[in-house]
């Protein structure tokens, strides 16, 4: 007697699993994308933190003093964020990018981006809410 599967039993089990990569697959590459923006999001809502920190920390010590760049030693927010956000030069999902001395690129996928504007008078970090993407990241 010999011990294998039937051809109708191969064909059978491919297309059950045929089945399941088409509908799985959607919706994880939707899960990555979710998972890209919240990154970003919590990007966002943890640079604006540290800039109301610092400027706390400032209004304590009773000091007029401007931060004019949020960045140290070529690391991305590293005057205010103990940990600083890694750059990069590619469009690759949530990452960001140093445009000017003010101005930050974040990329939400390979096609679309959000430009962030650090204002020193204010120390706020914004987005142009009339630009795509930008008011979903704000929330």
Known sequence: ??????????????????????VALPKFSSSIDKTNLV???????????ALISYKNKLILSNSVEQLES????????GKILKYPIETSDTPKKAAWKKISNSSYLVYIDQENSVEFVYDKDNFTFDCDFDKKHCEELMQ
């Open 1 to 22: 007697m010999k011990k294998g599967f039937s051809l109708i039993e191969l064909i059978f089990v491919l297309s059950i699993i045929s089945f399941i990569a088409v």
């Open 70 to 77: 949020l960045d140290e030693n070529g690391r991305l927010f």
């Open 39 to 49: 990154k970003i999001k919590g990007d966002v809502a943890f640079i604006r933190e």
